[in-house]
């Protein structure tokens, strides 16, 4: 008997008990499309955090405050400081002292009330320089960015993001808000220009929605007297000299502070680090409900050994008779490896449809993006197809080594 | 009895051991049974009829002794060896004639075909030509639950017929049946004695053992007597 002829047999045997051949493959089924599911949602949600970062900017160092590190030896975590300045941005601007830094822009941040007449918004108003617009890769609609005299008197100037801007301007003067006045903490600052969307998913982010002011004018705005800044965007001459301006940064700070490299009071990460460092929880949550899928997989696999052993003892007679008439018992117990395998392998196909037409369907449900991988796919094939020997071989040599007249005489 | 004999049993014992209990069913058998022979096995049950059955068929191995089967000794073969002599030496008709019921009766017959390597498009001929050798033609492609008792087992014959065995054991082959079907499966035992075939018959009826040309009683596990019977010699 041929591995065709097996294969024919096993099929058929398969389709004999069709309620219970399908219940079996269930679990494999359930297990192989939420294997391929989670896997699609971890890539999905990788991709989309790099898109993510990926707007923000080509060749951009991001500096920020942090991890200062007190005389007792404390150390404070991310952010927790404003260990950062203005003066500090403009040494790394010195292109003696950084000759790998193209642009730099400091920035504050903080959120406040914006009035425009009648209408209130809350956002964030951002304090930087004009070489903002660059280093930040973003682009204006309307008007014109701050200029460096501006900054320098620190003039009641704003430019408003898109959404800021329609939030804020609903009547007449959405058209084109440059040239109006708004309102922030009682200052009247004129809108001198409008941003261009970012164009970076909508996450929730507020690229679209913020307030970017001179600097010194949101100096004033919050009453603060210190030059601390919040973050410092450092544009690379090229991406190839980007690991050279990190160096440049790092040691210019670390002079500039007087801390040694493992007191740092602050750090730098560029969009490669961002990026793993979301991609690590990403991968970590994909890990986990891999696993629970996994683990549905093994479920699965003992349900089709069950069942194949339930079949070898249902078929006791049959397996008996098959033997009279000069079945071996390898060819026996190839049968029933087959017939497992085509258990596994159907479930698999199975589930792997069902995941293709979840990643379709899915998105558009739970606003998620599942992005299909056709090595998870594949590997989810090669598993069911495992799993049906491997859970196949126990009831298949149990079947191959009945003897016939055992066999033949059960009732 | 000119033939050559095609099966040949020299001293066969068997002996069944469970825990330190021994129980010897077979003690010491010795018959020769020539080719073309029709030869009927009686005894009552538990006499050993059932063990000599299995030994004949190659479904087990004698503890002791010889048994060859077509010039070839059969007594210590592994079971993947006996498979292949039951394949290809013994046609069985069993008494709940074992047929698969999810196959029709031409799929049911080319069984052991398939364990052969016979090519796919030869087992279906012969089947078919087995099937009308036992008068089904017209059945081919019904599956048993369709068919009658004695039709049933008549699937069961052309199966046992279809490799062309050495020998047909029949074992209790109308025990299942009325007296009509009976009457019809041993008229077809009779027909293929008449063409040739060897045929051994396990029975523990005398009318059914009346049939055969010679009769082998069993008791307790040794033969007790091996007596032509009235049909002996006649020349069908």
Redesign the interface.
């Known amino acids: 008997m041929n591995w065709l002829e097996t294969v024919r047999a096993g099929a058929e045997a398969v389709r004999a008990h069709r309620m219970r051949s399908i219940l079996t493959m269930l679990g494999i089924v359930i297990g192989i499309a939420s294997v391929i599911l989670t896997v699609g949602f971890g890539q999905g949600a990788q991709k989309e955090v790099k898109d993510e970062i990926d707007a923000l900017g080509s060749n951009l160092l991001i500096v920020s405050p942090g991890s200062t590190t007190d005389s007792s030896g404390v150390r404070g975590g991310f952010g927790s400081a404003t260990t950062l300045t203005l003066d500090d941005a403009s040494a790394i601007g010195e292109d003696s002292v950084v000759p790998d830094a193209e642009k730099v822009a400091a920035t504050t941040s903080t959120n406040a009330a914006v009035a425009a007449g009648e209408t209130n918004w809350t956002t964030s108003v951002v304090g930087t320089t004009p070489s903002w617009l660059d280093v930040r890769t973003r682009t204006l609609e309307a008007g014109r960015f701050f200029t460096a005299e501006e900054l320098a008197k620190g003039a009641d100037v704003v430019v408003l993001g898109p959404d800021t801007a329609s939030e804020l301007f609903t009547g007449p003067t959405a058209a084109n808000p440059v040239g109006q006045t708004v309102s922030i903490g009682g200052r009247q600052l004129t809108v001198i220009g409008v941003l261009d969307s970012s164009g970076a998913s909508s996450t929730g982010t507020s690229e679209d929605d913020q307030a970017v002011v001179p600097i010194s004018t949101a100096k004033s705005l919050t009453g603060s007297t210190d030059n601390a800044v919040s973050t410092i965007y450092v544009e690379a001459t090229s991406a190839d000299t980007l690991s050279a301006a990190y160096q440049e940064v790092q040691s210019l700070l670390l002079t500039r502070h007087g801390v040694a490299a493992s007191d740092a009071d602050f750090s730098i990460s560029t969009q490669d680090s961002l990026v793993e460092t979301a991609n690590s929880t990403n991968e970590t949550l994909t890990v986990l409900l891999t696993g629970v899928a996994a683990i549905s997989l093994l479920v699965g696999g003992v349900g089709v050994m069950n069942i194949m052993l339930v079949s070898v003892t249902e078929r006791i007679r049959e397996i008996g008779l098959r033997k009279a008439l000069g079945a071996t018992p390898s060819v026996i117990g190839r049968q029933f490896l087959v017939e497992a395998s085509m258990l596994g392998l159907a479930g698999g196909i199975a589930g792997v449809l069902i995941g293709v037409v979840g990643s379709w369907v899915l998105p558009s449900i739970i606003d998620q993006p599942v992005t299909l991988s056709a090595f998870a796919t594949g590997a989810a094939l090669a598993t069911s197809l495992a799993l049906g020997v491997g859970f196949g071989v126990y009831p298949a040599s149990r079947a191959a080594r009945l003897t016939p007249i055992d066999a033949l005489r059960s009732e | 009895m000119t033939s050559e004999p095609i099966i040949e049993l020299t001293a066969i014992r068997k002996t069944y051991r469970s825990g330190t209990i021994e129980f010897e069913a077979l003690r010491g058998i010795d018959t020769d049974i020539a080719e073309g022979e029709y030869v009927a096995v009686i005894g009552p049950s538990g006499s050993g009829k059932s063990t000599l059955m299995?030994i004949l068929?190659c479904?087990?191995n004698p503890t002791e002794g010889h048994y060859l089967l077509a010039g070839e000794d059969v007594s210590q073969m592994t079971?993947?060896q006996l498979?292949?002599v039951?394949?290809?030496r013994i046609g069985?008709v069993?008494q709940?004639f074992?047929l698969?019921a999810?196959l029709s009766a031409w799929r049911n017959v080319e069984?052991?075909l398939?364990?052969?390597?016979v090519p796919?498009a030869d087992r279906r001929a012969r089947a078919v030509r087995a099937l009308e050798r036992v008068g089904l033609g017209d059945r081919v492609d019904n599956r048993p639950g369709e068919l009658s008792g004695g039709q049933q087992q008549r699937v069961a014959v052309a199966?046992a017929l279809v490799?062309e065995p050495a020998m047909i054991l029949a074992d209790e082959p109308t025990g299942n049946l009325d007296s009509r079907s009976t009457a019809d499966v041993l008229g077809l035992l009779d027909e293929l004695h008449a063409s040739g075939r060897t045929i051994v018959l396990i029975t523990h009826e005398h009318e059914v053992a009346e049939r055969a040309q010679r009769n082998l009683v069993i008791a307790d596990g040794e033969i007790t007597s091996d007596v032509p019977t009235a049909r002996a010699g006649v020349i069908v």
């Open positions: 299995n068929g479904l087990d079971e993947t498979a292949e039951r394949n290809k069985f069993f709940q074992n698969l999810s069984l052991p398939i364990y052969a390597g796919r199966r490799t």
